[in-house]
């Protein structure tokens, strides 16, 4: 162990050492091609960035396009296959459909619902009530809580014995109803995975709503009560268009985030040929899961979905001309 | 855990007696194919693994795994005998006429009853001549509401797609993959029958544990728990001494599978040791291979080895065992493992997906599903 601790160390070093000389090289080169001294410095210190950036991303990025038209099994050298991975998942994947349609009800509920709750917490710890440092810091706790133990903790709440079964059973036994297995029932998986996404919610998002409320001006309340507004006026007509940006950043990222879920899909096992799964779990599955890699078929719904992103950001940015205000710029 | 200490000591039994090579255990308890996978293509994989049978043929097409057919001929180690493995079995480890592997475990498919809630319903226990239809009467009689409330709370039975479907298929006479590898005939009568057998049993509350119910409680533990009077698992599950170990589990015997129409033929589930073809010393794995699975042999049951099936061996190496040992010795005939293509799981992904899944919800007949999957099955089998 030990030994293997100092052989790790040692290849730090010289990573580190030859990253400094090509660091080096490369200034050199600029300064002698006619660069200022600064730029050339510049471009020098954001080499090591700028090579994990092509290794890591670029390069992964360019070969699952170019996977995505071949079988590929990771073993033996890709055969090309042109469009066949693309027509195969839209037409001739079970699992497909049901988990395009999941991954979408998905976002489309628990995006809304969850931002209307951020924004309302939000509001309330933008007041100056007491203690607020406890309440903002409570709120911001589920966020730093792995993913993993959330999802266990509410597979255990949302099991047919579990906690929420046994608080409503009284209003189960109301109107008839068996005490649903939320998520072995698919009736009940696509709400019992909302629920559960909502517990997540107040963490960044509040954060980020919480300082664009405080960068409303106070004269613009005060201006509103000078009208003779109330407190829904002061909703209306002041803190929603000013938070409007906020609130749009906060919708891209919570599209693209809703889109690319995964580990409830790999902790909670649903079906993928009735209710679906997710498509991010579909991608792992064929790209790496079971021992018999289809990275070829798997990199094909990775770029579909990359197109699905595109598509529903797009759609975000679009209407954002129909809702998001911007000081200083005129309608 | 136990598990794990105990292969430590076989492993420690082998590496006393090693002078070439040491055996160092790496225990991968969640997602071991995901991770072997990736070790293999990134090259910093193991050079001994374990691979399931369905895995076999698929690696060693793609030439990931050593061919050890010349070292085994010259090899007089009774383990390296091949005339002594269950043919059956060890084909599983073979591929186009190479050895690649040699099996650990020769496991039948047997079937675990309850005699407390056979007696409680006033039902004969199964015996050697019981039948599919035997089967099912006991199952239905076996399930019932105890505690009044107008639903089962205990069954006669619990399928969740364990066993394979495919072994009610070899029972009526049918095939999933024809002994030439190159057809899947599962839409002729035979094969029908014993899909049909199935699906009128799995998730069906006339006869056994639903679907909701196996994936709240556990599998096996519906079983072991004394709400499931008559499951199917391997010979070597704990379900015939679980009570031992913890008197709150349901005491249980050991009985042959029913038979089926043709035959009584049972699915063994089989394991082998392959060998890194990209190793670096062939020769020392290829000798802690054969060491090692001499030493499993005489610890897991049953070893798929003709001399070690005896009921003195099965008692040697799980003493717990020794009451069950006759049945399990007498499923061996008719144990059976599955014809393994390369492209196996691509194979199994549509046999699951276009004929067993949606057989199982009542999405199509047995007879429509099956003639719609067999091109696509079939398409899978020519390399």
Redesign the interface.
Known sequence: MVDFYARTLIDYAVVALGMAVAMFIVFQVLVRLGMKREAATGYALILPWLLGFIVWTAYPILASLYYSFTNY????PPKWVGLDNYVKWLTND??FWPSLRLTLLYGLISLPIGLALSLGVAMLLARNVRGVGVWRTLYYLPAIIPTVATILLWRWLL???GLVNQIMSPLYNLIGMDKP?WF??ERYALPGLIIMSLWGVFGANTVILLAGLKNIPTHLYEAVELDGGGAWAKFRHVTLPMISPTLFYTLVLGVIAAVKTFEPGIFIKLNS??TGTFLQVLVYGNA???????MGYASALGWIMLIIIMVLTLLVFRSSALWVYYEGERK | MEEAKELQAVIDKVNAAATTYEIVHEPQPADYYTKIQTNLAGGTAADLLWLSQEFIAGYADKGVLLDISDYLKNDTRPAAKLDDYFSDILQTAQFNGRTYGLPWIAQPVVLYYNPKMFADAGVEPPNENWTWDDFKTAAEKLTKDTDGDGKPDQWGTAFNGWPPIHMFIWQAGGEVISEDKTQSPIDTPEALAGAQFYKDIIYNPKYAAPQEVIKEQGFAELAKNGKVAMFFGGAADDLDYAHTKDPRFAEMKVALVPKGPKSRATFAWTASTVINAATKNPKAAYDALVDLTEGIHRWKIVAPRKSLASAEVIAASVPQKQASAEVILKALPDARSFRIVPRHSEWDSIFWEKFQDPLFQGKGTAAELAKQARPELEATLSQ
């Open positions: 099994n990771v073993f033996q079970r699992s099991g047919s014995e297995s072995v029932d040929l009735t790496f899961a079971g021992g018999n890699s289809r």
